[in-house]
């Protein structure tokens, strides 16, 4: 076996070379550069296998949750406080299909049980919750934890925009390896540890990506419906970002944020209403539901252009 050493002279030669990118494994830490003494909140860093992809039927396998500091003001994390991860027994049958995935199976699961009071606790210190797909894993661990509903939450794969910071992808292995490192995926501790990694990396301007997260958290949400939209625009919507939504109401429904609003509806009224007159819903929702279905407020909004559309969306 090649000597540890001598492998790292070599990377670091390799990485001299224009031909070459190396990735490192994503190496365990206990803390980042937060230096003591300086203003910190805990952040719940958190990802879950479960048995499948449907909200209301498939259950939560594994919670692993990362507690970390972090400077509200910079978005720099100092130390990892805290790793919860764990496995509990689902009611229903363990899919193979799900196995395959996670690797989790029957056999490793049997008699297994989150340990509930713990899982309060780090909730009790927490100021903000993080996953990588906040609108899977909110309402999936919300329906077994009821208490992640009361905390502020943020998606670091939707709320940050990766390609206009020069990523590929969002996708979380994406990142890791444009930032050079890799990991064992699909376990949720690693993919914890891999989204701290990420977001401990700095944007154009020297901020670090969890300061666009920080930020995001504390703003209101706004879900646009587009009502009654022709059905012949469907796939115009879809690469639009809406979503098809089956009842409540039965609509395409995108969320965006109170900036962008003005803009979306001002994009149904041109290209989905062909500037016909149209009253849309707007539902606002407050920092502690997003990436959920529970609003604040419900409007209704006439569709129009321009800087009548930001008028309207002003007076909300």
């Known amino acids: 076996m090649a000597d540890i050493n001598n492998a790292e002279e070599m990377a670091d030669a390799l990485e001299q070379h224009v031909d070459y990118r190396v990735l490192r494994r994503l190496k365990i830490k206990t803390k980042y550069g937060l230096a003591e003494g300086q203003p910190t909140q805990y952040g719940l860093i958190l990802d879950t296998e479960t048995t499948g992809l449907d909200l209301k039927e498939d259950q939560v396998i594994e919670l692993a949750m990362l507690m970390f500091e972090y400077d509200p003001v910079s978005g720099k994390a100092g130390q990892i406080r805290h790793v919860f991860s764990e496995l509990e027994q689902p009611v229903m049958p363990m899919p193979v299909s799900a196995t395959a995935i996670h690797g989790i199976t029957s056999a490793m699961l049997s008699g ?94 020297g901020h670090f990506f969890l300061k666009h997260l920080i930020d995001k958290a504390q703003e209101p949400a706004y879900r646009i419906w587009a009502l009654d939209a022709p059905f012949a625009h469907k796939d115009l919507l879809k690469n639009a970002g809406y979503k098809w939504h089956a009842d409540n109401p039965k609509a395409w429904g995108k969320a965006v944020s109170r900036a962008d609003c003005a803009q979306e509806i001002s994009w149904l009224y041109r290209d989905v209403y062909n500037r016909r007159a149209k009253k849309i819903r707007v539902d606002e929702i407050d920092p502690t539901g997003r990436f959920t279905d529970r609003i604040t407020h419900m409007h209704e909004v006439e569709c129009c252009d321009g800087e009548q559309a930001g008028r309207r969306i002003a007076l909300l």
């Open 112 to 205: 297994k049980k989150f340990n509930d009071a713990e899982v309060n606790r780090l909730l009790a210190q927490a100021h903000l919750v993080i996953a990588h797909n906040a609108q899977f894993d909110r309402p999936m661990i919300e329906k077994r934890f009821p208490q992640f509903a009361l905390l502020p939450w943020a998606c670091s794969l939707k709320d940050i925009v990766w390609r206009d910071h020069g990523f590929i992808s969002g996708a979380l292995e994406v990142l890791g390896m444009s930032c050079g490192f890799f990991y064992d995926a699909h376990r949720a501790e690693m993919d914890c540890r891999a989204v701290l990694e990420v977001l401990q990396q700095t944007d154009q301007s």
